[in-house]
């Protein structure tokens, strides 16, 4: 593994432009549970995902509300902070790099660690939108109203989450790949690449032929062939060794 992580140091040392993939591994360091991994909590209720869908919201918005927090732990969000993977893409951006991250998560941690490009691919926690007037409030009045509405006159709908739920539509699909087009490498980061379109990005950019590319996950995915590099560790080891790498 080390000599894996001395040609990955390399890469990124050469590298001005990368593109970074994260998932849920990368935040679970930081208390925030891991739901599609081997131990994660969509494989305890497969129902989760039933009541986590835009089919499920607009059937009945104050049960989905309910079992919305309870299962993203709202209360707990403002608790969580970054740790050494977030810290550590924040370090490459100091450093001159031109860094571009694509996250699967939806706690906002990246933008806590100083991140300043970050596409949110599933959305996120953060704050709730009215679907009719297009009115969006931030998490602490999500979290004081059990049922969150609109408080716009005449309106008073639920509020719809900003994470992308089951069956809705992924709009940041084509900006990605545009970010893609201009990277130099591509580092994937805890995600088992399950969920569909996001696994397909790293086809996309194998696709393209002109990255080099990096998966660096705890446990092995079925798309690992489709990298240069791939190690199988903690992400907080596998990252404060590239740090010691790289100084």
């Known amino acids: 593994m080390v000599q894996s992580l001395k040609q990955i140091a390399e890469k990124l040392q050469q590298a001005q432009s990368i593109v970074v993939l994260t998932g849920a591994g990368?935040?679970?360091?930081?208390?925030?549970?891991?739901?599609?991994?081997?131990?994660?909590?969509?494989?305890?209720?497969?129902?989760?995902?039933?009541?986590?869908?835009?089919?499920?919201?607009?059937?009945?918005?104050?049960?989905f509300w309910s079992?919305?927090?309870?299962?993203?732990?709202?209360?707990?969000?403002?608790?969580?902070?970054?740790?050494?993977?977030?810290?550590?893409?924040?370090?490459?951006?100091?450093?001159s790099k031109d860094i571009a991250i694509i996250t699967q998560n939806v706690d906002g941690l990246h933008q806590v660690a100083g991140s300043s490009r970050v596409l949110e691919y599933h959305g996120s926690l953060n704050q709730a939108t009215c679907p009719a007037c297009g009115t969006s409030y931030p998490l602490d009045y999500v979290m004081a109203n059990d049922i969150?509405?609109?408080?716009?006159?005449?309106?008073?709908?639920?509020?719809?989450?900003?994470?992308?739920?089951?069956?809705?539509?992924?709009?940041?699909?084509?900006?990605?790949?545009?970010?893609?087009?201009?990277?130099?490498?591509?580092?994937?980061?805890g995600t088992s690449l399950f969920v569909t379109p996001f696994n397909l990005l790293p086809e996309y950019a194998a696709y393209l032929g002109k990255l080099d590319t990096i998966m660096i996950n705890g446990e092995p995915t079925d798309k690992d062939y489709l990298f240069d590099h791939v190690v199988h560790d903690d992400l907080s080891k596998a990252v404060k060794e590239l740090n010691k790498l790289m100084e």
């Not at 679970?28 to 499920?56: C, K, V």
């Not at 509020?159 to 994937?188: C, R, S, W, Y």
């Open 26 to 63: 990368v935040s679970t360091a930081s208390g925030i549970p891991d739901f599609r991994s081997s131990q994660g909590l969509w494989t305890e209720n497969h129902a989760r995902e039933y009541y986590m869908s835009n089919r499920y919201f607009y059937k009945d918005p104050e049960d």
């Open 67 to 95: 079992k919305y927090k309870s299962i993203f732990r709202l209360k707990l969000l403002k608790n969580y902070q970054p740790n050494h993977v977030h810290n550590f893409f924040k370090k490459l951006e100091d450093h």
């Open 148 to 189: 969150p509405r609109c408080q716009e006159s005449g309106c008073g709908d639920v509020l719809k989450p900003d994470v992308v739920l089951f069956g809705d539509m992924i709009t940041a699909h084509d900006q990605a790949e545009a970010m893609i087009d201009n990277a130099d490498v591509l580092l994937v980061m």
